[in-house]
C-alpha cells in the first residue's frame, strides 16, 4: 500500500502564490508518474499537470506559464508552484501516483488539499 499525504493549500487573493506538496510513503514501491488534478464545484476533475519519471512535464494549457510542477526522488514527494492565481484556479486539488508495487502498476490519490482564489 502506497499513502499520499497533500498539504499546501489555502486561501490566496487573485495574483498571488501558493505550493502544494504531495508525500508518498509504503514500502516497496517506486513511483512511475505523479500528477496534480482539480475539481472545481460543479464540475469534472480535470489533469492540471503530470511530471513523469524522466522528469517530462506536461501541463493543461490553462495553467501553462503559471503553474510548474516538480519533484524530489528522494522524498517521494511532487510539488506544485502556483503563482499568478485566478479566481478561476479556485479548486480541491488532488495528487495522483502511478507506482510499481510487488510487481504490479497501481494508481493511488491523495485526500485533496482546497485551494480558493479571491478576486
Known amino acids: 500500500q502506497v499513502q499520499l499525504v497533500e498539504s499546501g493549500g489555502g486561501l490566496v487573493q487573485a495574483g498571488g502564490s501558493l505550493r502544494l506538496s504531495c508525500a508518498a510513503s509504503?514500502?516497496?514501491?517506486?513511483?512511475?508518474?505523479m500528477a496534480w488534478y482539480r475539481q472545481a464545484p460543479g464540475k469534472q476533475r480535470e489533469l492540471v499537470a503530470v511530471?513523469?519519471?524522466?522528469?517530462?512535464?506536461t501541463y493543461t494549457d490553462s495553467v501553462k506559464g503559471r503553474f510548474t510542477i516538480s519533484r524530489d526522488n528522494a522524498k517521494n514527494t511532487v510539488y506544485l508552484q502556483m503563482n499568478s492565481l485566478k479566481p478561476e484556479d479556485t479548486a480541491v486539488y488532488y495528487c495522483?501516483?502511478?507506482?510499481?508495487?510487488?510487481?504490479?502498476?497501481?494508481?493511488?490519490w491523495g485526500q485533496g488539499t482546497q485551494v480558493t482564489v479571491s478576486s
Open positions: 511530471i513523469k519519471s524522466d522528469d517530462t512535464t
Open positions: 509504503g514500502s516497496s514501491f517506486s513511483i512511475n508518474a
Open positions: 495522483k501516483a502511478n507506482v510499481n508495487w510487488l510487481g504490479s502498476q497501481y494508481n493511488y
